[in-house]
Each structure stands twice: as C-alpha cells, then as structure tokens.
C-alpha cells in the first residue's frame, strides 16, 4: 500500500487579493480639492479688495471739496489702506488667534481648508509671507501708486505709475499661473508652498 498526499478535490487557483470592503475611489484633486482651494483664497482676496475699494470711496468722498496740496492727501492716505490690505494678505494665513474662525482665514474656514507646516501645525508668520508674497504683490503695486501719485512730480510719476501698473499686472498673471501649476501638480503644493514649506489639509 503506497503513502501518496492526497491530493485537495477542489484546488483553488491563484486570485488577487480582494478589494477591502470599505475602501471608495479616490476623487482626483483636479476635481474636488482645487476648486475648494481656489474658492478659499479667491473669498479672502475679495473681502480685503472689496474693505480697501469702500475705504477708497469714503476717503474720496470726504476729501472731494478740497483742492491742491490738501487732495493729494487723499492718495496719501489711499495708499496707507492698500499697504495695510497687502500687509493682511500676507499674514491672513499666520498663527494669530481669531477663535470665531479657529486661527483661519474666512474663506479657508467656510471650504474646510487649513495652511499647515510638514509637522501639521500652524505656520508662522514667516512661512505665510513666503507663500502669500505673489498674492498680496498687487496690493502692495496699488499702495505704491497711491504714494507715487501723491508726490506728483513731472514725468517721474508718469514713469513710476507704469512700471507700478506693469508689475501689478504682472504679480496678478503669476498668481493666475501659481492657480494653474497647483491644478497640475502631483503633491497639490503650489509654488509658495514649496517656498514656504507649507501644506494644505481638506476635512
């Protein structure tokens, strides 16, 4: 009487290993997530535009009956709110305690969107000057035009007005070109965020 193994009735043959039961397709990042982060910064970027245009108007309005020198103080101070909008778009995303919206910015607060550092802290002001720097360059062109026009001189304001014009236009097709790299990058990091060493959560 031989030993022989007895062979299994039914062999199985090889399969892969089952999908887990829980697991869901990943939506890509171009679909979900850039639009949320575009949205985000685009409300930020309006609610500061849309204080400094109001407080623009108001200070026009109430320096409109003067004449000469004393207008001028107008872009003076014009200038002054640009400068402090530029200077909010460049800190919005820093460590500063605003407990209605949990140390975020409006707009990152209502799309569920925070600036985080590679430890997924919250970033210092250092690190949101770094990547908001392109962003509030417009701002800081405006403020600069408004302080060029209030010294009036012959042709050098003329000349100072346009390379300010060129390089607010240029600041805002780099922020519009940033918009695009993150819709094509793979780690969802726009170039500021490589600069500044930054991360962006999604909850």
Known sequence: MSNQNPKPANPSPATSPAPEANSKPQVP?????????????????????????????????????????????????????????????????????????????????????RVTDDQKRPITYEMSIKRNLVVASSFLCVSASCFIKSIDLPLITNLLLLISGIASLACLGWTIYESYLLFKSKDERRPGDILANTFVEYY
């Open 29 to 113: 990042f171009s679909e979900t997530m850039f639009f949320r982060r575009f949205v985000a910064t685009a409300a930020d970027y309006v609610i500061i535009c849309t204080i400094c245009m109001l407080s623009n108007l108001l200070i026009f309005l109430l320096f409109s009956g003067f004449d000469g020198d004393f207008f001028k103080l107008t872009y003076l101070i014009n200038g002054l709110v640009w400068g402090v909008g530029g200077v909010l778009l460049l800190i919005k995303d820093g460590p500063h305690s605003i407990t209605a919206f949990d140390c975020r910015t409006p707009g990152k607060y209502f799309l569920h969107v």
